[in-house]
Nanobody, 119 residues
Framework: QVQLEESGGGLVQAGRSLRLSCAASGRFSSINTMAWYRQAPGKQRDLVATITSGGTTNYADSVKGRFTISRDNAKNTVYLQMNSLKPEDTAVYYC?????????????WGQGTQVTVSS
């Protein structure tokens, strides 16, 4: 069983920064891909950024150059550094973690953390 604990959300003014974190705990052999998604009011849940076990990252065009995804494998934690925040970044942010529990892979969602950016 795996639990994800998200933190770091809040309300900030446009142009400021936030850092989200998501720590995985429980029984698993390893963590594969980790990612962040977001869902704005009335919108679908969209992919923001991914990071593979090898450290390869990908970003949505809307956040490229402003957001950075990283991971600390020793802490089983993924981070999302969000700089130059814009009102359109306002959403609930969800971490997504794929773990291996031998012999299968399983995907888990965090409960979400609210990010609100005021103009």
């Amino acid at each position: 069983q795996v639990q994800l604990e998200e933190s770091g959300g809040g309300l900030v003014q446009a142009g400021r920064s936030l850092r989200l974190s998501c720590a995985a705990s429980g029984r698993f052999s390893s963590i594969n891909t980790m990612a962040w998604y977001r869902q704005a009011p009335g919108k679908q849940r969209d992919l923001v950024a991914t990071i593979t076990s090898g450290g390869t990252t990908n970003y949505a065009d809307s956040v490229k150059g402003r957001f950075t995804i990283s991971r600390d494998n020793a802490k089983n934690t993924v981070y999302l550094q969000m700089n130059s925040l814009k009102p359109e970044d306002t959403a609930v942010y969800y971490c997504y973690v794929v773990v291996n529990i031998s012999p299968r892979n399983y995907a888990y969602w965090g409960q979400g953390t609210q990010v609100t950016v005021s103009s």
